[in-house]
T-cell receptor
C-alpha cells in the first residue's frame, strides 16, 4: 500500500520567515495530495491540495509543489505569522477515497 | 457547512470494557472513516465505509470493529478495550464522486485504564 513520509517532525521559524515541509510517497499511482492544518485542540482542516496533473498551486501565502518523477511534494508558507503555528499533515490518495497521511509537522512561529 | 459530530470529546474506560464511539455527518456523504491520532504517527486509518452496511479494513483494524446501519452514522467499536488503545480518535467523511476532501469531527480522546 501507499506510504507517506513527512519531514521535519518539528519546525521553528521566526515570524516573517518562510517554512517548508516535505513529503515523499511510495505509490506512483497516487494522484491527489492534500495538506491539512490542525490547530491545538481543533480538528484537521484542508488548507490546500494539488492533483497530479499540476506541478504547483498557490493560495495567498501558501503554496504546494509536486514532483511526480521524484514522488515528493512540499508545502511552502511565506511571511509566517503566529496563527500559522499548528500541526500540518500531508496525505496522498492512490485509489478510491482513502488517504494515507504523513506523520505530521509541528510548526512554531516565534514572534 | 459540513458538520461532523462525535458522541464524546473525552471518554475514560476500564480495560476489558466494550466501547462505542459514534460519528454523525449531516451532508449525505457517501464515505466515512475512522482514524486514530498518536504523536509522531500522524493519522492512521482504522476502518472506512463506502456505503451503508459496507466496511473495509484500514491500516490498523486489529482490536476494532465498525457499524454503518444508516448513511449518516458510522460507529467504531472496541470489543475489549486495552491500554494501548488510549488515543485520540477522529472520524471523517467525504462526499465521494471524485471529491476527496475529508471533513473531520472534533475527535474523542479515549483513555483506557
Amino acid at each position: 500500500g501507499e506510504n507517506v513520509e513527512q519531514h521535519p517532525s518539528t519546525l521553528s521559524v521566526q515570524e516573517g520567515d518562510s517554512a517548508v515541509i516535505k513529503c515523499t510517497y511510495s505509490d506512483s499511482a497516487s494522484n491527489y495530495f492534500p495538506w491539512y492544518k490542525q490547530e491545538l485542540g481543533k480538528r484537521p482542516q484542508l488548507i490546500i491540495d494539488i492533483r497530479s496533473n499540476v506541478g504547483e498551486k498557490k493560495d495567498q501565502r501558501i503554496a504546494v509543489t509536486l514532483n511526480k518523477t521524484a514522488k515528493h511534494f512540499s508545502l511552502h508558507i511565506t511571511e509566517t505569522q503566529p496563527e500559522d503555528s499548528a500541526v500540518y499533515f500531508c496525505a496522498a490518495r492512490a485509489a478510491g477515497n482513502k488517504l494515507t497521511f504523513g506523520g505530521g509537522t509541528r510548526v512554531l512561529v516565534k514572534p | 457547512d459540513v458538520k461532523v459530530t462525535q458522541s464524546s470529546r473525552y471518554l475514560v474506560k476500564r480495560t476489558g470494557e466494550k466501547v462505542f464511539l459514534e460519528c454523525v455527518q449531516d451532508m449525505d456523504h457517501e464515505n466515512m472513516f475512522w482514524y486514530r491520532q498518536d504523536p509522531g504517527l500522524g493519522l492512521r486509518l482504522i476502518y472506512f465505509s463506502y456505503d451503508v452496511k459496507m466496511k473495509e479494513k484500514g491500516d490498523i483494524p486489529e482490536g476494532y470493529s465498525v457499524s454503518r446501519e444508516k448513511k449518516e452514522r458510522f460507529s467504531l467499536i472496541l470489543e475489549s478495550a486495552s491500554t494501548n488503545q488510549t488515543s485520540m480518535y477522529l472520524c471523517a467523511s467525504t462526499p465521494g464522486a471524485g471529491v476527496y476532501e475529508q471533513y473531520f469531527g472534533p475527535g474523542t480522546r479515549l483513555t483506557v485504564t
